[in-house]
């Protein structure tokens, strides 16, 4: 399994990005597909998540109203729209995919695969 993240760059407060997460191989209904996040000097951090098959979505209370996350089965593909971008938003973005139970989406130990991470920076 190999998850391609991209999307990042530069963007002014305000604006917004769409970061995709391409994965190869098999996601199978009960995967869960999260992007965290990860800036200088920091833990990372969860940011959303998603069960492969079914409704539950997630994101982070901190970035809710701002942040969405969906989902393309014909093209494997994960999305996290983020919209009016912060300058704290800035950091690397990652997605990752998990075989755990949904209960533990926000935990980075609970996926065990990754992509390599795209860069959001966001200028104030």
């Known amino acids: 399994v190999q998850l391609q993240a991209s999307g990042g760059g530069l963007v002014q407060a305000g604006g917004s990005l769409r970061l995709s997460c391409e994965t190869s191989?098999?996601?199978?209904?009960?995967?869960?597909m999260g992007w965290f996040r990860q800036a200088p000097g920091k833990e990372r951090e969860f940011v959303a998540a998603?069960?492969?098959?079914?409704?539950?979505?997630d994101v982070a209370d901190s970035m809710k109203g701002r942040f969405t996350i969906s989902r393309d089965y014909a093209k494997n593909t994960v999305y996290l729209q983020m919209n009016s971008l912060k300058p704290e938003d800035t950091a690397v973005y990652y997605c990752a995919k998990s075989s755990l139970i949904w209960g533990a989406r926000a935990r980075s130990t609970s996926y065990n695969y990754w992509g390599q991470g795209t860069q959001v920076t966001v200028s104030s």
């Open positions: 191989g098999q996601i199978t209904s009960g995967n869960v």
């Open positions: 998603l069960r492969w098959n079914g409704g539950n979505k």
